[in-house]
């Protein structure tokens, strides 16, 4: 029988402006719309309700939040689940997929009611909701769950009851070998914390209202006689993870230790970190795990609620080679991950120096009936911040491209076939995001792209993707390209000139800071690159041999590729906002600059 556990995974901020949680007023306006027309249809009105910098942080908690639950518990078989869900039904979705019978409640029937909604049009039918009985304790008998989830709690979550009131309550439900697993908000608790400890400001309690530090919960669990608790710290974003792992080995805080000690608290706690992948839109999969005992790749194995649960452990700090182990929780995340192993393996069977230059396939199959990819990881640093080693990097990743691309690619005259295979491509997931508004508009443009590339020579390409500086990772002494990452949206025979234009819009963002969307209105349509942008092109284009004409149809494409391939989350594309600046704007430039003269310019001005 296994012991009672609890997982921790960060603090909740109570804040008016807290990311991805509504306030009361926003969550009344998704209620009376989904009321009055359902989940989705309700969604979608509630989208062009708020400002799109709520709506974006809340619209990845409805895709991505439940990511980490099958990870972290071996839930099939368990016959009882209790979720106490405030994502809006996404915990208690991805948990109905394993269990028998999930039991969800909220102490807000707002929520409730938009819970139902989605899970009745998601054909979901082994929830079942409960709501506290006349004398405020949960509706069920003692000893009924073998699996309890506090989702994200807060003073604000749990409304009228204490925490200590609610976990003497769950602990009456919970079965004597049942877990208990209780997390936090992370991105505005742990992370903060995080910043708090590597800024030397002490200790990882945090005063802000209504969150709950760690002391005051493990003190809490102790008193309540939940033993050997195991705590788990999940989705810190990369970036303070790195923070962390380099102040640790400059020598100006140990944090790494001082952070492991507080979470350990004499061996009652489980000395590892889950990291989770930052960016999650794209990335609904773990990618990396860090165990502050074993630098080398290890499954971890802990029994939970009577089961085996295996934790997978990943590579070493940054900048270290290892082993990348990936986790698909979501059968897109499975095909993304099985395009990128595939292109990974015939990367390296190519004569040029990026087969040595990509992770080394290792294997592909499943691990305890999960999908799991291995990746050899090759060494090396990012180049994604200004300083003197993206100063002296940058010409050196400017090269490999050119001469990537310059050494390998396919000719082909562009013909009917090609043309029309690439506007369905395309132009049907941009029909799709203007929900068949602007057909004329479309239409034209399709027409202009016809015109300025049918009958051409095109050099086809094996095409990245997603060619950004974070995906390139150099050797911090000799500044030389040793990685290129993340090939999940590579082409073999991919267009020409993407590649190279987002390398130049990424370089636009760590020295500008500006927003993609802006980059591409004010610079890549209109073809306005300054003196460094125009001579990188000119050498491109002269090393593929290709027509000068072909520039511009293909910013245009850049583009196209952005807002279809290489932003993926739908409901992020329902918004009005995000279609205003990052669809309806470009859409009209290029009619202005291109459709209206019926043909593109011949070079970049």
């Given at each position: 029988?296994?012991?009672?556990?609890?997982?921790?995974?960060?603090?909740?901020?109570?804040?008016?402006?807290?990311?991805?949680?509504?306030?009361?007023?926003?969550?009344?306006?998704?209620?009376?719309?989904?009321?009055?027309?359902?989940?989705?249809?309700?969604?979608?009105?509630?989208?062009?309700?708020?400002?799109?910098?709520?709506?974006?942080?809340f619209s990845r908690i409805l895709r991505t939040r439940q990511a980490g639950w099958k990870f972290l518990?071996?839930?099939?078989?368990?016959?009882?689940?209790?979720?106490?869900?405030?994502?809006?039904?996404?915990?208690?979705?991805?948990?109905?997929?394993?269990?028998?019978?999930?039991?969800?409640?909220?102490?807000?029937?707002?929520?409730?009611?938009?819970?139902?909604?989605?899970?009745?049009?998601?054909?979901?039918?082994?929830?079942?909701?409960?709501?506290?009985?006349?004398?405020?304790?949960?509706?069920?008998?003692?000893?009924?769950?073998?699996?309890?989830?506090?989702?994200?709690?807060?003073?604000?979550?749990?409304?009228?009851?204490?925490?200590?009131?609610?976990?003497?309550?769950?602990?009456?439900?919970?079965?004597?070998?049942?877990?208990?697993?209780?997390?936090?908000?992370?991105?505005?608790?742990?992370?903060?914390?995080?910043?708090?400890?590597?800024?030397?400001?002490?200790?990882?309690?945090?005063?802000?209202?209504?969150?709950?530090?760690?002391?005051?919960?493990?003190?809490?669990?102790?008193?309540?006689?939940?033993?050997?608790?195991?705590?788990?710290?999940?989705?810190?974003?990369?970036?303070?993870?790195?923070?962390?792992?380099?102040?640790?080995?400059?020598?100006?805080?140990?944090?790494?230790?001082?952070?492991?000690?507080?979470?350990?608290?004499?061996?009652?706690?489980?000395?590892?970190?889950?990291?989770?992948?930052?960016?999650?839109?794209?990335?609904?999969?773990?990618?990396?795990?860090?165990?502050?005992?074993?630098?080398?790749?290890?499954?971890?194995?802990?029994?939970?609620?009577?089961?085996?649960?295996?934790?997978?452990?990943?590579?070493?700090?940054?900048?270290?080679?290892?082993?990348?182990?990936?986790?698909?929780?979501?059968?897109?995340?499975?095909?993304?991950?099985?395009?990128?192993?595939?292109?990974?393996?015939?990367?390296?069977?190519?004569?040029?120096?990026?087969?040595?230059?990509?992770?080394?396939?290792?294997?592909?199959?499943?691990?305890?009936?999960?999908?799991?990819?291995?990746?050899?990881?090759?060494?090396?640093?990012?180049?994604?911040?200004?300083?003197?080693?993206?100063?002296?990097?940058?010409?050196?990743?400017?090269?490999?491209?050119?001469?990537?691309?310059?050494?390998?690619?396919?000719?082909?005259?562009?013909?009917?076939?090609?043309?029309?295979?690439?506007?369905?491509?395309?132009?049907?997931?941009?029909?799709?995001?203007?929900?068949?508004?602007?057909?004329?508009?479309?239409?034209?443009?399709?027409?202009?792209?016809?015109?300025?590339?049918?009958?051409?020579?095109?050099?086809?390409?094996?095409?990245?993707?997603?060619?950004?500086?974070?995906?390139?990772?150099?050797?911090?002494?000799?500044?030389?390209?040793?990685?290129?990452?993340?090939?999940?949206?590579?082409?073999?025979?991919?267009?020409?000139?993407?590649?190279?234009?987002?390398?130049?819009?990424?370089?636009?963002?760590?020295?500008?800071?500006?927003k993609l969307e802006d980059i591409i209105i004010d610079i890549v349509i209109p073809l306005d690159f300054?003196?460094?942008?125009?001579?990188?092109?000119?050498?491109?284009?002269?090393?593929?041999?290709?027509?000068?004409?072909?520039?511009?149809?293909?910013?245009?494409?850049?583009?196209?590729?952005?807002?279809?391939?290489?932003?993926?989350?739908?409901?992020?594309?329902?918004?009005?906002?995000?279609?205003?600046?990052?669809?309806?704007?470009?859409?009209?430039?290029?009619?202005?600059?291109?459709?209206?003269?019926?043909?593109?310019?011949?070079?970049?001005?």
């Amino acid at each position: 029988m296994a012991p009672v556990t609890a997982g921790i995974r960060g603090l909740s901020s109570i804040m008016h402006e807290r990311p991805g949680i509504l306030s009361s007023e926003e969550t009344d306006c998704l209620y009376n719309a989904v009321k009055s027309g359902g989940w989705h249809a309700g969604l979608n009105k509630f989208a062009g309700t708020i400002p799109f910098y709520r709506f974006h942080p809340f619209s990845r908690i409805l895709r991505t939040r439940q990511a980490g639950w099958k990870f972290l518990l071996d839930l099939h078989g368990l016959e009882n689940v209790l979720v106490y869900d405030t994502t809006f039904g996404t915990v208690t979705e991805t948990l109905s997929h394993h269990c028998k019978t999930v039991h969800a409640m909220h102490h807000d029937n707002r929520i409730v009611s938009c819970m139902i909604s989605r899970l009745k049009e998601n054909n979901i039918g082994n929830v079942k909701f409960n709501a506290f009985d006349r004398a405020g304790l949960l509706p069920f008998r003692d000893g009924f769950f073998d699996l309890v989830i506090l989702h994200n709690v807060s003073c604000e979550s749990l409304g009228h009851w204490s925490l200590k009131g609610l976990l003497v309550e769950v602990k009456r439900n919970l079965k004597g070998s049942g877990t208990l697993f209780l997390s936090f908000e992370s991105n505005t608790g742990l992370s903060r914390m995080l910043r708090r400890v590597s800024q030397g400001k002490g200790g990882l309690v945090r005063s802000a209202p209504g969150a709950f530090s760690f002391n005051q919960v493990k003190r809490m669990l102790k008193a309540l006689e939940f033993k050997n608790i195991k705590t788990y710290a999940a989705y810190p974003s990369l970036h303070d993870f790195r923070e962390i792992s380099y102040m640790d080995t400059s020598g100006k805080l140990n944090v790494v230790r001082n952070f492991k000690d507080s979470l350990r608290g004499r061996d009652r706690f489980a000395p590892a970190f889950i990291f989770m992948a930052d960016g999650v839109d794209k990335k609904d999969f773990i990618e990396r795990f860090y165990d502050f005992n074993k630098r080398q790749y290890k499954p971890s194995r802990y029994i939970i609620s009577g089961r085996q649960v295996i934790v997978l452990g990943g590579d070493g700090p940054p900048g270290s080679s290892g082993d990348v182990i990936k986790l698909p929780l979501t059968q897109r995340a499975v095909g993304y991950c099985d395009h990128n192993f595939g292109m990974l393996a015939h990367l390296r069977g190519l004569q040029h120096p990026v087969s040595d230059m990509v992770p080394g396939p290792l294997k592909k199959g499943s691990f305890e009936s999960q999908h799991l990819f291995i990746e050899k990881k090759v060494p090396g640093v990012a180049v994604d911040e200004q300083g003197e080693i993206f100063d002296r990097a940058f010409p050196h990743v400017l090269d490999f491209i050119i001469d990537f691309h310059g050494k390998i690619n396919r000719r082909l005259k562009v013909g009917d076939f090609l043309m029309e295979k690439l506007l369905t491509a395309y132009f049907e997931p941009l029909k799709d995001i203007l929900s068949g508004a602007c057909s004329e508009q479309l239409e034209a443009l399709e027409c202009c792209l016809k015109g300025g590339l049918t009958g051409r020579e095109l050099p086809l390409v094996i095409q990245h993707g997603d060619f950004k500086l974070e995906n390139v990772l150099i050797d911090p002494n000799g500044f030389s390209v040793k990685n290129i990452i993340d090939w999940d949206l590579s082409e073999e025979e991919g267009l020409p000139f993407l590649d190279i234009i987002h390398l130049l819009t990424s370089r636009r963002r760590v020295l500008e800071s500006r927003k993609l969307e802006d980059i591409i209105i004010d610079i890549v349509i209109p073809l306005d690159f300054d003196a460094v942008e125009r001579q990188a092109i000119c050498r491109y284009r002269d090393a593929l041999s290709a027509d000068p004409e072909l520039l511009a149809p293909l910013s245009v494409f850049y583009w196209l590729h952005h807002i279809t391939k290489r932003v993926r989350c739908s409901l992020t594309k329902i918004h009005p906002e995000w279609i205003e600046n990052n669809v309806m704007t470009p859409l009209r430039l290029a009619n202005s600059l291109y459709i209206k003269r019926g043909m593109f310019p011949e070079t970049a001005r």
